[in-house]
């Protein structure tokens, strides 16, 4: 949506906020907190590279031994920002972009597609994509906020404003429409006359909310931004349709969550974990909610809206100190939380409602927003998760599996704000990553990356990592990328990229569905598609089960090529934010019947395997490459 300029008052203001506590930047570990701009808890951390010469110039001598060399150079960000940026001019953007498509192809021709893939498609979006979710529909919802400035030497969220410019915006995007505005669809979340006295309903402002899917395909988002002191948590709780595709609003969480997690559990129900509280930074919750409350239906069927559901208070407490912990739900039952403090790793069981330590990580490090993903455990679901993002300086991968860590091989350099993806044939990619918040190699605040932050890098069966082609934008802070139902990916996200690569950042489009009048088209996507889909003919998958499928059932799906098909998988659809993805998921299929097109296969053993859900069912060659997939639900409705 255009949006006129914002108040020269709330400008300076934002810009302050900005310098000083790098809002939306570190979540907790803002101006003085640990993972931010600022000074850190982890002797092991290497103090910020800073190349900027606005800062450098700023920098005095008597601050660096009065208060050290981190929090001196926040006092040398603050007083940058006071005198003033200037304008990132048009002409600047159209020839970044020009670059940055060159660069793009000529690194490009040393990998062969058959064997590293290939980006191919490259289009404006009217969304940023801070937060994405891929729908049973096929379609993916993408939402943020509505920028209050254009400049991406500056903060564009409005995270240090309250009243109506801090609010939140949705679009639909639906793959099967290509890539025109008719390709997308805005969906507004419900509009809202948040807490902040200013009596000033807007959309609700849900960017840095956490997420999961219910049962029944819809996804629930938990939290958002109140508006100011750092970044002050909402109490919101909300569901999207995909079916309806609309929104609604439930009561109020009993605590604000700015930068929280949650994950669906066996059970179906969602835990939510952390978030700075309504007080402001540095005042992450210990409280753990759920939803639906015990005593309210698991929503299981399309027409299952929760509506007026509230949420309940889990009995154990998580008492992360920063945000945004990584859950997995095992296939043992428990949820493994997985801290960015290397001491805070801890196990909940939903039924018990308990908590208890887990190994601390072996690396002792803190590691700031950065991917983990649970590995692929064949037919009975995923018992290990390996955590490998986040640590600018350290390549390292760590698993963690029967109570223990083991050191698996590394990948080629460390990176914050990537994201690593589960692939129909079991293997891992890395896509997006910067050096750390808001730097891609050059210092905070500039948006000149290292080329090695566009590199994807490739994870084959034996752990073996690979680095790949390279990515049109660099993506760091705030970047996304989910698996397609055709096993296409699709790379979104990072604000800031996509502001100072916006050939046209003030142009606006008409007639986009959902929309009465102009609507800006503030961010892109790329489509990378994975060698399997440069390796020959793909097995067809005809059809699939329409109905739900119970646990331990055999189901029987036809293919039209029946001697492609070497076996079957169950992939979970992707919702994800600051690199945190907790409904990823790789399941095999037993093959128990082959007769002509007929094949038959037994479902997930029960919930622990897999939990209820929809997922995408893909049949593989006997070379890994998948079909295109049918969506199938498992659930104990069957």
């Known amino acids: 949506m255009s949006l006129s300029p914002p108040r020269p008052g709330r400008r300076i203001a934002a810009v302050l906020a900005t310098a000083v506590v790098c809002a939306l930047t570190a979540g907790p570990a803002a101006a003085h907190g640990p993972g931010g701009h600022g000074t850190t808890d982890d002797p092991t951390a290497t103090a910020p590279k800073v190349a900027d010469p606005r800062v450098l110039a700023e920098l005095r001598d008597d601050e660096v031994a009065a208060l050290g060399q981190e929090h001196a150079e926040e006092h040398a960000r603050l007083r940058a920002a006071v005198r003033g940026i200037g304008d990132y001019p048009q002409t600047t953007r159209t020839n970044r972009l020009h670059a940055l498509t060159e660069s793009q192809t000529t690194h490009n021709k040393g990998f062969a597609p058959e064997t590293f893939g290939s980006f191919n498609q490259y289009f404006p979006s009217p969304d940023f994509g801070d937060h994405i979710a891929l729908l049973p529909t096929g379609k993916v919802l993408l939402f943020s906020f509505e920028r209050i400035e254009t400049n991406p030497e500056k903060e564009p ?161 998580a008492p992360f100190t920063l945000d945004y912990p990584h859950l997995f739900s095992l296939n043992d039952g428990n949820v493994y939380a997985f801290g960015r403090q290397a001491s805070e790793q801890w196990k909940f069981d939903p039924v018990t409602e308990s908590r208890s330590d887990l190994t601390a990580r072996p690396d002792g490090r803190k590691r700031n927003y950065g991917s983990a993903v649970p590995l692929p455990g064949g037919v009975n679901g995923p018992d290990s998760a390996l955590v490998l993002g986040g640590d600018r ?82 993506r760091g802070y705030h970047s996304n990328a989910v698996v397609l139902p055709d096993g296409r990916v699709m790379v979104t996200g990072d604000e800031l990229q996509q502001l100072a690569n916006n050939p046209d950042v003030n142009g606006t489009v008409s007639g986009v569905p959902g929309t009465t009048g102009p609507v800006t088209m503030d961010g892109t996507i790329e489509i990378y598609e994975p060698a399997y889909l440069h390796q020959g003919n793909r097995p067809l998958l005809d059809r699939a089960p329409t109905g739900p499928i119970g646990y331990d059932k055999n189901f029987q799906v036809t293919t039209g090529t029946p001697g492609q098909a070497a076996k079957a998988v169950l992939l979970s659809p992707t919702t994800s934010t600051h690199s945190v993805n907790t409904s990823q998921r790789h399941i095999d299929l037993r093959l128990t019947s082959r007769a002509g097109n007929r094949l038959e296969f037994q479902a997930p053993p029960d919930a622990k395997a897999a939990p209820p859900g929809w997922y995408m069912l893909f049949l593989l060659n006997d070379q890994g490459v998948p079909s295109v997939a049918k969506w199938v639900q498992l659930g104990p409705t069957a």
């Open 157 to 317: 969220a409005p995270t240090q404003t309250t009243g109506k410019e801090n609010a939140g915006r949705a679009f639909l995007w639906d793959p099967a429409q290509g890539y025109g505005k008719n390709a997308f669809k805005q969906v507004t979340p419900p509009v809202v006359d948040m807490p902040d006295g200013l009596n000033q309903p807007r959309p609700a402002p849900f960017f840095c909310a956490g997420h999961s899917f219910l049962p029944n395909g819809m996804l629930g988002v938990f939290g958002g931004n109140l508006g100011g002191n750092g970044g002050t948590g909402a109490k919101l709780s909300l569901i999207f349709d995909p079916w309806t595709e609309t929104w609604t609003r439930n009561p109020d969480m009993s605590v604000g969550r700015w930068y929280p997690s949650v994950v669906t559990g066996a059970d179906g129900r969602q835990l939510i974990m952390s978030g700075q509280s309504e007080l402001g930074w540095g005042t992450p919750t210990p409280v753990v909610e759920r939803f639906p409350a015990k005593g309210h239906p698991v929503p299981s069927l399309k027409t299952d809206t929760p509506k007026n559901t509230p949420v309940d208070r889990f009995k154990a407490d």
């Open 393 to 474: 300086d350290n390549p390292s991968t760590l698993r963690f599996s029967n109570g223990a860590w083991t050191a698996e091989k590394p990948r080629a350099f460390g990176r914050t704000q990537d994201d690593t993806l589960l692939l129909p044939n079991g293997r891992l990619m890395t896509v997006n990553g910067a050096y750390d918040i808001r730097d891609y190699g050059n210092g905070p605040y500039n948006p000149n990356a290292d080329l090695k932050y566009r590199q994807v890098e490739l994870r084959d069966d034996q752990g073996n990592w690979q680095l790949g082609p390279v990515q049109r934008l660099p």
